[in-house]
C-alpha cells in the first residue's frame, strides 16, 4: 500500500473501506466524531484500531483512524492512508528530496511519487515532456483564450497535456487537458479571476507524455503497457466513472448527516418531491431550451480535411452501446452534416478507456464569446458568514443545453457506423463555459444573495437549515429542465 505523509494532519487516517484488506476486522469507539479536512471541511470519523506498519526497514503497531468515506483527495487516489505527525514522530529523523523524489529514513532511502510537476525543469519526471508558451499571451480576466504553445518532440508526435505547472495554479488559471500533435499545440486556458493575466514566451505551462499507437489504433499512454495482457477491456464511458443505468428508486444515504432526525425526514421529503429533477444515471438528463446554444463561427464552410475514423473491432461493441444510449437519451441524432469530427480513444494507464472528440477544426473558427465567468474573488466574500451549505452537481452539465439546429450541424460526429450530430452542447467546444454560465444566471435569477454557481457546481449558503429546504425549491423551479447527479449522502 501506499502511504501520504501529510506534516499538516494531526492524526493518522484511512478509509474503513480498506480495513479488511489490513486485517482490520473489528473497530473500536472513536474519541472524536470527525476531523477537520481540506479546506475546513468535516470528515466523519467511525472507529480506531491498532495496525501493523512497515515504512522501509522500520516496524511498528499504530492506532490510526477510519474515516466513513475517502480520507484522500481524488488528484491522490493511489494512495491508501494519510501518515499524519501522531506517526510521523515516532520515526527516527527523516527528510525527503523532493528534486529526485526520494523519502531518507536513516539508511532507508524510498521512492515517492508526486500528483504534477511543481519544479522548473523535467527533473525527476521521466517520460514527461515540458510545454512552453510559444509567445507572450494576454488572458483577459473571466474568458477562455487558446494559447499557442510548443514543445520538444519529433513532428507529428501524439500526445497529451497530464499536468500544469505551479506557475499555472499560482495565477488561478485552467488549462483544459489536451491531445495534440507535433512540436505546436493549442491548448485552451481558462482565467476565472477578475484581473488579466499574462503567459510570457517560453513560460513552462504544463507537462506533457508522449501517446503511443498500438495495431487497432488506439493511443496508448504508457508504452510499456502490453494491451494483449490487459485481459477485458472496461467499457467505455463519458466520463471517467462507469456509466451504466440505474432502475433503482431513488436512494439516499443520509445517515452521516449530522443533523436531527426530524431534519432528516425533512430532507427525504424534499428529495422525494423534487426527484425528477435528479439524475438516475449517466444517460438521464434534462433539456434546457429556454435560450438555445448558437456557436458563432468566421466561417459557414466546414473544414475540408477530413481522416475518416479507425474504431478497433474489439471496442466498437462499447462504443455501439455508448452511442445507442446517447440516441436515446436524445442527445444526439442521425445526420448528413458536413461538419465532421472525429473519434479519438486514449487507453489510460490504469486500463480504463475515454472516449474524446476531436473539435479542433471548429474552435479554430469559433468567435470567443466574452460572456463573464465568475469572480472567484465575489463567490468567496458571499460563502464566508454562513452556517449551512448544500452543494449541487449537474450530472453532465454541459449536455443538457440544447443547441440552435445550425449549431447542432456544425457538431457532428464520425464514427465506424455513420454520421452523428449533437442536439445538445458536448464537452470540449470553445466557449462552453461561457455558454453555461449565462444559462445558469438566468436559471438563478433572484437568488444571488444565498444560492452561488461556479460553471456546473452549485452551493447554497445560509444560517438556518430550514432556509436550505426553501432555497432548493426556489431554484428546483429554475431546474425544471435540468437534473442533477443523485447525491449519495446530504
Known sequence: ?????????????????????????????????????????????????????????????????????????????????????????????????????????????????????????????????????????????????????????????????IAQASTINGKHLFVAPAVFHGEHALLLVTNPTSRPEILYERQRIGAATTLTQDGSGILLEDINVDVSECGEFPSIAVTDHKTTVSENALNIDLSQSEVSDAEKDQLRLLFLEYQDRISHSSYDLGSYTHTLVNIKTTTDSPPTRFRPPRIPVKFQKELDDHINKLLKAGRIVESDTPWVHNTVLVKKKDGTLRVCLDFRPLNEVTIPDHYPLPRIEDLLVKVAGNRYYATLDLASGYMQLRMTPQSQEKCGWATHRGIYQFVYLPFGLRNAGAYFCRAMARILSGLDDHCLAYIDDIIYLTALLTNTYGLFAQSSIGFASLTSKRPARN
Not at 491498532?50 to 511498528?60: A, D, F, H, P, R
Open 1 to 161: 500500500m501506499l502511504g501520504l505523509v501529510d506534516t499538516g494532519a494531526a492524526i493518522t487516517v484511512c478509509s474503513r473501506s480498506i480495513a479488511a484488506l489490513i486485517g482490520v476486522f473489528k473497530l473500536h469507539p472513536s474519541p472524536v466524531r470527525s476531523a477537520i479536512g481540506m479546506a475546513g471541511i468535516p470528515i466523519p470519523l467511525v472507529g480506531t484500531a491498532t495496525v501493523s506498519i512497515s515504512i522501509g526497514s522500520t516496524n511498528l503497531k499504530h492506532v490510526a483512524y477510519f474515516a466513513s468515506g475517502s480520507c484522500i483527495p481524488r488528484q491522490t487516489d493511489k494512495y491508501n492512508i494519510i501518515m499524519g505527525n501522531d506517526l510521523l514522530s515516532r520515526l527516527s529523523s527523516w527528510h525527503i528530496n523532493y528534486r529526485h523524489r526520494r523519502f531518507t529514513m536513516g539508511q532507508d532511502v524510498i521512492p515517492i511519487l508526486t500528483f504534477q510537476p511543481t519544479y522548473p525543469g523535467n527533473e525527476g519526471l521521466q517520460d514527461t515532456i515540458t510545454v512552453r508558451a510559444a509567445r507572450t499571451s494576454i488572458i483577459p480576466p473571466r474568458s477562455e483564450t487558446f494559447i499557442h504553445c510548443c514543445v520538444s518532440s519529433p513532428k507529428g508526435t501524439p500526445m497529451a497535456l
